[in-house]
């Protein structure tokens, strides 16, 4: 599928996207985030919206595709869209919940992947693959058999 994308800042994200609301863009068909620290990008985050314009009548869409992208830093200066799309609430939701990615009119915005007490976002370049969180499984040196999402259980043996 093919996207017409556009660039913008992130004090100009919200006035873009309302205004491709306002040309027809009448579906938000994805959020989402991107890290790019690895490449030495600054800012190293990044948000995109994916934007279709369905004909109601028809079920087809009007126009091509169009992905705006904004490039953000980890502090909050994206405006949230979910007051023109509110499917928008979950999806960032979950680009916070992974990527700590905040908004700025979102400052009390939840986790709707992970669990409250799941400290860090597992989808940022420097989260530690190998970090211990709270409420999985049992801390080491524990005993072998003890159930624990973490371990294979030992195999039933049938006779």
């Given amino acids: ?15 873009v996207l309302k205004y491709l609301k306002e040309e027809g863009y009448n579906v938000l068909a994805d959020l989402f985030g991107v890290d790019y ?16 314009c369905l004909n109601p009548d028809t079920g087809l869409e009007d126009k091509p ?18 007051s023109l799309w509110p499917a928008a609430d979950w999806l960032e939701r979950e680009v916070w919940d992974m990527f700590g990615i905040r908004f700025v009119d979102r400052p009390e915005i939840k986790r709707i992947l992970l669990y409250e007490a799941f400290s860090g976002h597992p ?12 409420l999985i499984g049992p801390p080491a040196g524990e005993a072998e058999n003890n159930p624990s ?4 259980r030992p195999a039933l043996k049938y006779e």
């Fill in 37 to 52: 620290s690895k490449l030495g990008r600054e800012p190293r985050f990044e948000v995109v919206y994916r934007l279709a």
């Fill in 65 to 82: 595709r169009v992905e705006v992208h904004c490039a953000t830093a980890e502090e909050p200066e994206l405006r949230s869209v979910a």
């Fill in 149 to 152: 999402f973490n371990s294979q």
């Fill in 1 to 15: 599928m093919e996207f017409e994308s556009r660039w913008v800042g992130p004090g100009r994200a919200f006035d």
């Fill in 123 to 134: 989808l940022r370049k420097d989260y530690p693959i190998a970090k211990r969180q709270p």
